[in-house]
């Protein structure tokens, strides 16, 4: 562990949590806006092209998952999730300058591909700064922040979407998450790397190889558990304020307080 004190290590875990929360702003943001009449009828929108770019974000997101995470292996947590955020953060932005259908279903798989960080850089960060006693209470409040982002971002959505239209809520939504980049660069040593060569050094033992990951029968259990889960908490992101709108006829506030 690095010398550093408790209050500095878990206000760094907050970091992760804002940005978590930030991050599933982002993915929601769209959903509130192909519920709303204003973003449909701008883009003639049909219920087969909102299932396209409400698929578009997990198209690039899911294949970049494993990629990520060996980014940040390679070049430590600090930059290339600074640098991912900093990127999604713009092409979520960028959505309020979009006039094309094929503009936003472009800055959707671009934000999937930036935000694919966040899990992998989250989890390796707390990996090697968090002492293994505190260890699941620092993932449980990593993981509180994507349930917080969809929350939190319906909210916000709608508030934003009725006072000031769809593309300022893109705009103000992406630009205004950028402040969460000062502390980040500020606070976070780029030494995880450092860490992790030193912890293995101290072992006596060699890393074990990603292949043998796949010989403990229990990651088998944890992969068709986590595909079984996000089926259904993807589908309640993307289509649930959709379904509130049009089938139950709800406004917009009733359904950013139902979602």
């Not at 982002?26 to 701008?42: M, P």
């Not at 279903?105 to 293994?132: C, H, K, Q, S, Y």
Request: net charge positive; charged share 15%.
């Amino acid at each position: 562990m690095p010398r550093r004190t408790s209050y500095h290590i878990w206000t760094i875990v907050g970091l992760l949590c804002l940005a978590n929360i930030i991050a599933y702003v982002d993915r929601t943001n769209l959903s509130v806006a192909i519920a709303s009449t204003e973003f449909r009828n701008f883009f003639n929108l049909t219920n087969a092209q909102r299932g396209d770019l409400s698929s578009a974000f997990f198209w690039s997101y899911a294949f970049l998952q494993i990629p990520a995470g060996a980014l940040a292996d390679r070049y430590g947590v600090k930059v290339p999730l600074a640098v991912g955020f900093l990127l999604w953060s713009v092409v979520s932005a960028l959505t309020g300058w979009t006039d094309l259908l094929w503009q936003v279903f472009l800055l959707r798989v671009l934000l999937g591909i930036f935000e694919a960080i966040i899990t992998p850089g989250g989890m390796r960060w707390m990996r090697f700064n968090i002492d293994e006693k505190h260890r699941g209470l620092a993932v449980g409040l990593f993981f509180a922040g994507a349930k917080l982002g969809p929350a939190i971002g319906t909210q916000a959505s709608v508030y934003l979407l009725q006072t000031y239209g769809w593309r300022e809520m893109f705009i103000i939504l992406g630009f205004g998450s950028l402040v969460w980049l000062i502390p980040w660069w500020f606070m976070v040593k780029n030494d995880d790397r450092a860490i992790e060569t030193a912890q293995i050094k101290a072992s006596g033992t060699a890393a074990v190889p990603f292949a043998d990951v796949f010989k403990t029968p229990a990651i088998y259990g944890i992969l068709i558990g986590t595909f079984a889960y996000n089926y259904f908490n993807y589908f309640c992101l993307t289509w649930l304020p959709a379904y509130f709108v049009d089938h139950w006829k709800m406004n917009l506030n009733q359904m950013g307080w139902f979602t």
